[in-house]
């Protein structure tokens, strides 16, 4: 079982709040990420939920129980530290067996376990070496088998791929959504990389300035963005926000559309036309920046290859269904 | 890669110093060889005299000489446990966050800025002199009777003055290397159930196993050499007890006048303190390699 649930979770340093209250539900087995720019509280909030800070005010509930006042190894959590944190001078063996010693378990079961952990992570040819002999994507799986040797709960996971190269970070991404799935472990894994949150999560929790400004599946953010900051922050390239006249028309102080949902038509008419400032071809995908005079620049994403070059003109006609409204404090109008 | 012409000019550049340094050393190595090999004694100037390696067998069978050795080696064993044993926890609270820590630190490091004729007289007249020291009034004060420290444990005293200077190296070092410690790497443990004291042997202890090498390398090089504190409080007395090599061979030329047999027990302090430098480099250096 591994059901975590926040209440009003409040954490302050000196004068500065970090969190300001914190409500969130996360179900038993779920994998849920916290994502938001740098500086929004997302680590601070895993280190709450750890036991690694205090709480200022507000309840942590794992199964039920509160654990504000419990130690970080009483709560029955293990966690993945963005540095690894691997123990230099103990072998692989030794840092995955490290927390069964600390639980004074006797040494054949902590060998079986060991060795069951280091199966399921391809990590048993490399019991007997030393973190240095390791690559980074050796190590990661080091730190993802001493978490998962303890049958924890619920696994934390502070940016965990962020030191792995990008070609390994996809890999990293698919053998730990994997594993949770097969172990059926719950997760809280957090981000600041948006495709990781997309792809890994079952539930996202998007965090900025110490609040939750959303918690959903990715799909639902994807399409129901609940203010500007959660439109602007999930999707790549990021939603075009226009303000002013168009909005007004439609009932809204900003309406956004994404990338995607513009067509693009070459001298077409109507719809908001403007100027190709930068073109980026990526084969697979076109990506325009469009000066649209009024309207301010603009993002246009093109499926497939689209021979458009700096200096032509476009009109970009936006997909009725898909306009997201705002009103003036930023929250989504809903239809 | 250096092109030829800089490596020559890096070369001609350096020249000068590295000439200097070497006559430097090679001046008084090649004049001690010499002296090592005469009848030299300043008592009785115009005798000198080419005498082989009499002096050599003279020094080496010189009872004196074996006590020395001893002392030596007591004493840098002692002063490098002390140093140590003391040192690790006494880093381990600099580390700490307390109030005032900026003063503590600066007098715990002070010792180390006193030089070591100024802190062996004040050891030896203000805290350890059996009639107005204040370790004697402190064991008045419980009604014993004081020590005379000098006397009745010269080694020992003298140990405690040069541990007392030497502790700050060891603390700063192994301070600065606890500060180079990964807090994920102490927050790893305390998520895997280590108590602060299965930490400190399973993380931190390990973690300074490097600086203690450095601080055992650097302190044995000073404390084989040590001179001055003996000089001024015990003058290597009573009889032999705190006469180390160093002081053995400062009284075979300056109170014996003998120069050809200090010239040789320098020459053999020289290839001692090679043996005792290669067999530690052989246990701890170790430690070095990445």
Known sequence: ????????????????????????????????????????????????????????????????????????????????????????????????????????????????????????????????????????????????????????????????????????????????????????????????????????????????????????????????????????????????????????????????????????????????????????????????????????????????????????????????????????SGKSIRA | MATQQTQLLARTLLTPAVALLFIWMIVPLALTIYFATLHYNLLDPGSESFVGLENFRYFLTDPAFLASLQNTLVLVGSVLAITIILGVPLALLLDQQVVGLSIVRLMVIAPFFVMPTVSALVWKNLLMHPVSGLFAWIAHLFGLPAIDWFNDAPLFSVILIISWQWLPFATLILLTALQSLDEEQKEAAEMDGASAISTFIYITLPHLARPITVVILIETIFLLTVFAEIFVTTGGGPGLQTTNIAFLIYSQALIQYDVGSASAGGLVAVVLANIVAFFLVRIVGRNLEA
């Open chain 1, 1 to 328: 079982m591994g059901q975590i649930t926040l209440q009003g979770v409040q954490k302050s340093f000196g004068p500065v709040h970090i969190i300001k209250g914190a409500d969130l539900e996360i179900a038993d087995g779920s994998f849920v990420v916290f994502v938001g720019p740098s500086g929004c509280g997302k680590t601070t909030l895993l280190r709450l939920i750890a036991g690694l800070e205090d709480v200022t005010g507000g309840a942590i509930l794992i199964d039920g129980r509160n654990v504000v006042d419990v130690p970080p190894a009483k709560r029955g959590l293990s966690m993945v530290f963005q540095s690894y944190a691997l123990y230099p001078h103990m072998s692989v063996r030794g840092n995955i067996a490290f927390g069964l010693k600390m639980a004074g378990i006797a040494r054949d079961e902590i060998n079986r376990k060991v060795e069951a952990a280091a199966a399921t992570l391809n990590l048993t040819p490399y019991l007997e070496r030393k973190p240095r002999e390791l690559s980074g994507g050796q190590r990661q799986r080091v730190a993802i088998g001493r978490a998962i040797v303890r049958e924890p709960k619920a696994f934390l996971f502070d940016e965990p791929l962020s030191n792995l190269d990008a070609a390994l970070r996809v890999q990293m991404r698919l053998e730990v959504t994997r594993l949770q799935k097969q172990l059926g472990t719950t997760a809280i894994y957090v981000t600041h990389d948006q495709v990781e949150a997309m792809t890994m999560a079952d539930k996202i929790v998007v965090l900025n300035g110490g609040k939750i400004e959303q918690y959903g599946s990715p799909l639902e953010l994807y399409e129901k963005p609940a203010n500007l900051f959660v439109a602007g922050f999930i999707g790549s390239p990021k939603m075009n926000f226009v303000t002013g006249e168009l909005a007004k028309q439609q009932g809204a102080t900003t309406i956004g559309v994404r990338p995607e949902h513009l067509k693009v038509e070459r001298d077409g008419q109507g719809g908001w036309r403007g100027t190709v400032s930068v073109a980026e071809h990526l084969g697979s995908d076109t990506f325009l920046y469009v000066d649209a005079g009024p309207q301010g620049m603009l993002t246009a994403r093109y499926i497939g290859e689209l021979d458009l070059h700096p200096g032509d003109q476009v009109s970009l006609i936006p997909d009725p269904a898909r306009i997201h409204r705002f009103d003036d």
